[in-house]
């Protein structure tokens, strides 16, 4: 765990990231980031980590889709089948 100290820069308070800490990160220097409050801590996000998780999220979904539908439930609906699940 790497500490800092909270500065003031102009009317704004400013965190220094340890470069350690930038590093594990994949933060890069001029890298926009989001920041947010969550139960009194502070919160920061890469938006750029974010877009690609998205995007693998959404390779992922296209290529189950994808998989799906070369397989077949034997006539079967999936309406069925969750109906059969829930009667036992």
Known sequence: MSHTVVGKWG???AI???MDVARMAGLT???KVEIETLDGDIVVH???AHAQ???DAESA???IIAES???SLGGV???DLLDDGRRG
């Open 77 to 79: 609906s999936i309406r």
């Open 16 to 18: 220094r990231v340890p």
């Open 69 to 71: 539908r070369r397989h």
């Open 53 to 55: 998780a998205r995007q």
């Open 46 to 48: 890469r938006r750029a």
């Open 29 to 31: 220097d001029g890298e």
């Open 61 to 63: 979904a296209e290529e």
């Open 11 to 13: 009317k704004n308070l």
